[in-house]
Structures are given as structure tokens and as C-alpha cells.
């Protein structure tokens, strides 16, 4: 039987772009199933692979990851019982009080790991070969030349060559910023061409770059990374959604654009008894990975991930999931 561990889940999932937690037990008080050291994997969908405790446990971590996976930002969770007196404090640390906890306490450490932004460079000339190399030391992932499905932006830097064949492709795969490199003069004479529709134009930057007074390939590539830089972190641009423009039914391209994985925002989840509202950040493919539903455990309040492997009841025609069989149990007696 072959096993994989959880580093070399890790690295799968990296080297396939999905986005994924990676949760490591840092301390462990007993009674608890989990020790110092066991980790897991928890991918957009909820799903847990590895151990970090038992399902209450589970419960909490699922629902802190995904709360990790939308803001980017790491998280120590306490998962805790009721009465927890003796349990080292921990400044700045998410706490969960598990109700149904069977005594113990734990300290998961959450480290979301989302794919780097991706960048289309389109042309082979000296600004072309820069846009690549700077981008790469700026921790970008570079596409495959002629490739815009998932591109957060790309940038064409051709200086007259295919250039209609590139801003056309990343049109129609829904890139958000398309960057020409050229002159006011020329880029305009190419765009009227095209016959673009307003929300295209849109999304293009003739002359594209921040005006720094660049004059080598190398300070244009800064401008034109840094106009990028800016509309990621202040314009809110994101990877590329599918679209299934009027053109690319036109040439047939309809069919496979609807298979490029369009990405959306996972909605707030609560953690706890209380619901805790993260900002958008992160966008989570949702034709791979569907961000997990959650319902709330009507015996002790935990928010439950609804899974396949959720205990579930029907009372009086309505739905409820529980955090385990024991809470189950209670609520249908009852």
C-alpha cells in the first residue's frame, strides 16, 4: 500500500496551483487524540487530509482554514474546552471553545499556501524578456507562452508583432488587465482595429506602466509590474474569470473556455457560536475546488463543515448537521 505524507501532498498541490492550508499541532494538552508535530492539509473544499485532532476538533479547523484561504493570513487556533483555566494563554491567538470537546486542548498553527499571481508575456523583445525576469523575482509565476486561462494580467510586448492574436486571446479568457506595451499613437491605431466593445477597452492599457520617466526595457518592465502591482493590491484585480465572449463563440472557442475554472469568493464562515467576518482577499477556483457549506450544530452551537461524513438528521422535513453522533443523538431523542 502506498502512503503519501503530508509534505508531498503539499508539493502536489503547489506544483497544481490549488490553494490548500497546511495545519500542524504545536501543542497538545491531554486529553486530546493529537500530539505535537501531527499535521494535515485542508483544501478549499473542507476536506482534511492528514490528522490534527478528532471531529470536533476537525470542526473548527475546517472552518478556520477557510477563513485563512480568504484573507491570506496565517492563524494560530486554540481549540479549547469549556473550562480551560489551566491551559497557557496565547496573545493574538484565534480561540474556539468546543463544547462537545472531551477535555483536552490543542494549539493548531494555520498556514494558508495559495497559488502565486500569474502572468501572461506575450513577445519575445528585450522589454518582453525583462517583464518575465522581474517578474519572477517578484515572486509571479510566468504562463505558458500563448496561455491565459487563470492569468491575473498579461502583458503584450511584442512592438508590432501578433499583437492582435495576443490582446484577442487574453480578451476572451477573461484577463482582467491586458498591458500593450507601445506608443499613444500606435496603441490606438491597433485597438481601433480590433473593433473592440467598450467593456474590452476596458480592461486594456495602451501605453501600459506607471509614468516613472522609464527610458531602458528594464525600467519600462518596472513600470509596466508596478501598474500591475497596484491594481492586485489596490484596484482589487483578480485571476482571470471565464468568458465566453460573442468572438470566441464566433471561432469556437466557447467549449473551451467553460472548462477554464472561474474564480469567486467563498462566502464568511463562522467559527463558533459566533459568526467572525474575514475580508476578501484570496480567490479560490471554484470549477476545482467548491468552497465547503457549513451549518450550524443545534445541540452545542459548533459550526459544522457539511460533508459527506457529517452526522445529519431530518426533523419535521428540515435539514441539521452535527459535529458528532453523540449531539445527533440528543437533538432527534429530544
Same mark, same amino acid.
Not at 503539499?10 to 496551483?17: F, H
Not at 499535521?39 to 476536506?47: F, P, Q, R, Y
Not at 473592440?196 to 476596458?202: G, N
Not at 471561432?251 to 467553460?258: D, Q, S, V
Given at each position: 500500500?502506498?502512503?503519501?505524507?503530508?509534505?508531498?501532498?503539499?508539493?502536489?498541490?503547489?506544483?497544481?496551483?490549488?490553494?490548500?492550508?497546511?495545519?500542524?499541532? !504545536?501543542?497538545?494538552?491531554?486529553?486530546?487524540?493529537?500530539?505535537?508535530?501531527?499535521?494535515?492539509?485542508?483544501?478549499?473544499?473542507?476536506?482534511?487530509?492528514?490528522?490534527?485532532?478528532?471531529?470536533?476538533?476537525?470542526?473548527?479547523?475546517?472552518?478556520?482554514?477557510?477563513?485563512?484561504?480568504?484573507?491570506?493570513?496565517?492563524?494560530?487556533?486554540?481549540?479549547?474546552?469549556?473550562?480551560?483555566?489551566?491551559?497557557?494563554?496565547?496573545?493574538?491567538?484565534?480561540?474556539?471553545?468546543?463544547?462537545?470537546?472531551?477535555?483536552?486542548?490543542?494549539?493548531?498553527?494555520?498556514?494558508?499556501?495559495?497559488?502565486?499571481?500569474?502572468?501572461?508575456?506575450?513577445?519575445?523583445?528585450?522589454?518582453?524578456?525583462?517583464?518575465?525576469?522581474?517578474?519572477?523575482?517578484?515572486?509571479?509565476?510566468?504562463?505558458?507562452?500563448?496561455?491565459?486561462?487563470?492569468?491575473?494580467?498579461?502583458?503584450?510586448?511584442?512592438?508590432?508583432?501578433?499583437?492582435?492574436?495576443?490582446?484577442?486571446?487574453?480578451?476572451?479568457?477573461?484577463?482582467?488587465?491586458?498591458?500593450?506595451?507601445?506608443? #499613444?499613437?500606435?496603441?490606438?491605431?491597433?485597438?481601433?482595429?480590433?473593433?473592440?466593445?467598450?467593456?474590452?477597452?476596458?480592461?486594456?492599457?495602451? #501605453?501600459?506602466?506607471?509614468?516613472?520617466?522609464?527610458?531602458?526595457?528594464?525600467?519600462?518592465?518596472?513600470?509596466?509590474?508596478?501598474?500591475?502591482?497596484?491594481?492586485?493590491?489596490?484596484?482589487?484585480?483578480?485571476?482571470?474569470?471565464?468568458?465566453?465572449?460573442?468572438?470566441?463563440?464566433? #471561432?469556437?472557442?466557447?467549449?473551451?473556455?467553460?472548462?477554464?475554472?472561474?474564480? !469567486?469568493?467563498?462566502?464568511?464562515?463562522?467559527?463558533?457560536?459566533?459568526? !467572525?467576518?474575514?475580508?476578501?482577499?484570496?480567490?479560490?477556483?471554484?470549477?476545482?475546488?467548491?468552497?465547503?457549506?457549513?451549518?450550524?450544530?443545534? !445541540?452545542?452551537?459548533?459550526?459544522?463543515?457539511?460533508?459527506?461524513?457529517?452526522?445529519h438528521g431530518v426533523v419535521d422535513g428540515e435539514d441539521y448537521w452535527f459535529c458528532c453522533p453523540g449531539c445527533l443523538k440528543k437533538f432527534t431523542a429530544a
Amino acid at each position: 500500500m502506498t502512503t503519501t505524507s503530508t509534505a508531498e501532498r503539499a508539493r502536489q498541490l503547489t506544483n497544481q496551483r490549488k490553494p490548500f492550508v497546511h495545519a500542524t499541532v !504545536v501543542r497538545a494538552q491531554e486529553p486530546t487524540s493529537a500530539r505535537a508535530g501531527d499535521d494535515a492539509v485542508i483544501l478549499a473544499d473542507g476536506s482534511i487530509e492528514g490528522f490534527v485532532g478528532g471531529s470536533c476538533a476537525e470542526t473548527s479547523v475546517r472552518a478556520a482554514a477557510m477563513g485563512t484561504l480568504r484573507d491570506g493570513n496565517t492563524v494560530l487556533l486554540r481549540v479549547l474546552p469549556e473550562d480551560a483555566a489551566d491551559f497557557p494563554e496565547t496573545p493574538g491567538a484565534l480561540v474556539v471553545v468546543n463544547p462537545c470537546h472531551s477535555g483536552g486542548a490543542i494549539e493548531i498553527f494555520l498556514r494558508p499556501v495559495l497559488p502565486k499571481p500569474l502572468v501572461a508575456v506575450d513577445g519575445t523583445t528585450p522589454i518582453g524578456t525583462a517583464v518575465a525576469e522581474l517578474a519572477t523575482f517578484l515572486d509571479f509565476e510566468i504562463a505558458p507562452p500563448g496561455t491565459y486561462a487563470g492569468v491575473t494580467a498579461a502583458v503584450v510586448a511584442g512592438l508590432g508583432r501578433d499583437e492582435e492574436r495576443a490582446i484577442r486571446g487574453a480578451l476572451d479568457a477573461g484577463v482582467g488587465l491586458i498591458a500593450l506595451v507601445a506608443s #499613444h499613437k500606435r496603441a490606438a491605431v491597433v485597438l481601433d482595429a480590433m473593433e473592440l466593445s467598450e467593456d474590452e477597452r476596458e480592461r486594456i492599457r495602451p #501605453h501600459a506602466g506607471l509614468d516613472i520617466g522609464a527610458r531602458t526595457p528594464k525600467e519600462i518592465a518596472l513600470a509596466v509590474l508596478a501598474e500591475i502591482v497596484r491594481e492586485m493590491r489596490v484596484g482589487g484585480l483578480a485571476a482571470a474569470r471565464k468568458a465566453a465572449s460573442s468572438h470566441a463563440a464566433t #471561432h469556437g472557442e466557447a467549449a473551451a473556455l467553460a472548462k477554464e475554472p472561474e474564480f !469567486v469568493a467563498g462566502p464568511t464562515l463562522p467559527i463558533g457560536p459566533a459568526a !467572525v467576518e474575514m475580508p476578501f482577499a484570496v480567490q479560490i477556483p471554484a470549477a476545482v475546488e467548491t468552497p465547503a457549506a457549513t451549518a450550524i450544530d443545534p !445541540v452545542c452551537g459548533m459550526t459544522v463543515t457539511i460533508g459527506p461524513d457529517t452526522p445529519h438528521g431530518v426533523v419535521d422535513g428540515e435539514d441539521y448537521w452535527f459535529c458528532c453522533p453523540g449531539c445527533l443523538k440528543k437533538f432527534t431523542a429530544a
